[in-house]
């Protein structure tokens, strides 16, 4: 018998008739109703080509070719159990494996994962740096952050807001202008070019001049004092950053605590 043709929810329904010698019983715990039991117990009867049951003045009882393959059953369905505990395990393990950008891990995502740490104390991380889009399933990823303006094919949540902010030091002594991929095209006043925003603000942070950055980004440096805003715009392409997954890793308990931690 091909395994993708047994019957497993036949074989279900005896185990419960099995324990309980009873119908009615049986359906009370299947939450089926009696006659449902008895439509199962036939079929699969005339599949195997035996008969399970016989009805006598005390009640029900099982023949011998039913009491031959009860035990074989039982303990197919307590490996199947723990089967089912181990993928769960799997499923809630407590470690994440999370790509994002260098800028983004180092000016916002490592604060947010040592707050989620700390109500999260068995949390284990993996964080990858990946500027580019990565193979779920060959990088082992869990959830990744990108700068785009959806979540493309992926299950996503947007992450901060789509605009970027104007920054400078503190005592804003340098009007030069700082360009890095990703914040607009270069000018003639562009006096100083870095490669990615988290450069830009601690270019910005020393006195090199200013930047135009995520919002996101910037939200620690600017509680710090190292950097102060000076104006505010919204980005033209309506970017901003998204935490994504392909739909098996966001049903992940573990990726849903993620996400309520990081929005």
């Known amino acids: ?21 009873s119908f009615t019983n049986a359906a009370d715990e299947l939450a089926v109703t009696p006659a449902a039991v008895g439509q199962q117990i036939r079929a699969l009867e005339d599949m195997l080509g035996v008969v ?16 031959a393959g009860l035990e074989s059953l039982r ?18 393990s407590n470690s994440l494996t999370i ?3 260098r800028d983004v891990i180092a000016k916002w995502l490592t604060a947010k994962l040592s707050q989620f740490a700390r109500n999260n104390p068995d949390i284990r991380f993996n964080i990858i740096n990946a500027d580019e889009g990565l193979d779920f399933t060959e990088a082992n990823l869990d959830a990744a952050i990108r700068y785009t303006d959806n979540s493309a094919e ?22 030069a202008l700082i360009y890095w991929p990703g914040c607009g095209e270069a000018d003639k006043k562009t006096d100083l070019r870095v490669g990615d925003a988290g450069l ?3 270019a910005v942070a020393n006195g090199l001049g200013r930047a135009y950055v995520p919002e996101m980004l910037v939200e620690g440096d600017l509680k710090s004092g190292r950097v102060v805003q000076m104006d505010s715009r919204d980005n033209m392409d309506e970017k901003s950053y998204w935490l994504i997954a392909p739909l098996p890793q966001w049903r992940q308990q573990k990726v849903k605590n993620l996400v309520e931690a990081l929005q």
Do not use: C, W
């Not at 047994?6 to 099995?18: I, S």
């Not at 399970?52 to 009491?67: D, H, I, N, V, Y």
């Not at 992926?154 to 009007?175: Q, R, T, W, Y």
């Open 1 to 21: 018998m091909k395994r993708s043709h047994l019957p497993l929810n036949g074989m279900r329904v005896f185990d419960a008739a099995a324990r309980h010698l």
């Open 52 to 67: 399970l049951f016989r009805r006598t003045p005390k009640g029900l009882e099982l023949t011998s070719e039913a009491e």
């Open 154 to 175: 992926h299950e996503g949540v947007k992450l901060g807001s789509n605009k970027s902010l104007l920054i400078a030091h503190p005592d804003d002594d340098n009007d």
């Open 75 to 92: 303990s197919a369905f307590l490996n199947l159990e723990e089967s089912v505990r181990a993928m769960q395990s799997g499923h809630s």
């Open 200 to 202: 830009a603000i601690d």
């Open 99 to 101: 790509a994002a950008p």
